[in-house]
């Protein structure tokens, strides 16, 4: 049996593993009178998690850059289902999304931060921060902040993260240079983002600590979506045959977020790192809980600032 075989059989304590699919980790689930809040659900794993939990019953907020693409992608959510427009770079179209979900007053059962970009080769500016850091990490704080308060006393936040977070500069958040005006590097960017979407999730989790409520933060795996749209055309060409040795299909990417985010067995799970489909350990600038509380502070300033 080859190494990459017995990789992709293995399962943890969970009972799932690796090539578990979104379908099979919610087998069994009534999500019927869930109410679950899910950005970037127009392509890959967000669309994938969002049909599947509809699928399960739970009634979903689909959220988009606009609510064009987010009606779109609700043809395959199921009835019930909510299109929001919500641009993660635009603090306008965040504020006014969770204006939208407050005004609806429904209660929710938890928000799956998803949507997210990768490696943009050039660096660019939103607001005065680089962009994937302001896309990934400060749109989905403005979100999950300003809808904290309708999440249910058992609510989940669920942050998509990366074991890219490990290609965060050593000191991991780059205070001194947030949005790398000393030096660009994209795969370097993309890291640091998702080790602020990890951060953040540690830093919701102690706050909610006393409480039901959880936050936890995963890696998917390695999947071949649109979010690779911006790596150059070699290692396209590569990731057909990367994808046949050791690369998970999109139903397995999905899994392990449709698992924390509905999985009874996860009630009280708090302040985790999650990778196929189990309890993992994330690095060392991941469990820095100086660093997520001092990011949590610089975000707020920027976000005071927006
Ligand atoms: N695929 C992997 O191997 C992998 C590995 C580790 C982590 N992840 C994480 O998994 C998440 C899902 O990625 P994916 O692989 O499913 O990629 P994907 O197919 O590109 O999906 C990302 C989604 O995010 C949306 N999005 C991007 N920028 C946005 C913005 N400014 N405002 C609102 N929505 C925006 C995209 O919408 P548009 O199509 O309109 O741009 C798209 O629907 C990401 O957070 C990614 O970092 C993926």
């Not at 429904?106 to 949507?115: H, M």
């Not at 990490?137 to 902040?145: I, S």
């Not at 809980?289 to 707020?300: D, G, N, P």
Request: proline share 4%.
């Amino acid at each position: 049996m080859s190494l990459v075989s017995i990789i992709k059989g293995r399962r943890g304590a969970s009972g799932f593993g690796y090539a578990s699919s979104a379908e099979e980790v919610t087998a069994g689930l009534d999500l019927r009178g869930k109410n679950i809040l899910i950005t970037g659900v127009g392509s890959g794993l967000g669309h994938e998690s969002a049909r599947v939990l509809a699928k399960r019953g739970a009634k979903i907020f689909a959220a988009a850059r606009s609510v064009e693409k987010a009606s779109e992608a609700c043809r395959n959510f199921g009835a019930g289902a909510v299109p929001l427009a919500c641009e993660l770079s635009d603090p306008d179209s965040v504020r006014a999304c969770v204006e939208h979900v407050r005004q609806l007053g429904e209660p929710l059962d938890a928000i799956l931060c998803n949507a997210g970009i990768m490696a943009l080769p050039k660096r660019e500016l939103r607001c005065g921060q680089e962009l994937q850091f302001f896309t990934n990490h400060v749109g989905h704080f403005l979100l999950v902040t300003g809808l904290v308060d309708q999440l249910l006393p058992t609510g989940r936040v669920v942050m998509l993260s990366s074991d890219a977070h490990t290609m965060a500069p050593k000191v991991g958040i780059q205070f001194d240079d947030l949005s790398f005006e000393k030096g660009y590097r994209p795969w370097t960017a993309y890291g640091q983002s998702k080790l602020a979407n990890l951060l953040f999730a540690r830093s919701l989790a102690l706050r909610f600590e006393g409480s039901s409520r959880t936050a936890n933060a995963l890696h998917p795996g390695v999947i071949e979506t649109k979010l690779g749209r911006h790596m150059n055309v070699v290692v396209r060409l590569l990731f057909p045959v990367a994808a046949a040795i050791a690369m998970k299909s999109i139903p397995q990417g999905a899994a392990t977020q449709c698992y924390v985010t509905t999985h009874p067995s996860l009630a009280g799970v708090n302040g985790e790192y999650f990778f196929d489909c189990n309890v993992g350990k994330s690095s060392r600038n991941g469990r820095d809980t100086a660093m997520a509380a001092r990011l949590w502070s610089v975000t707020e300033d920027i976000v005071a600032g927006l």
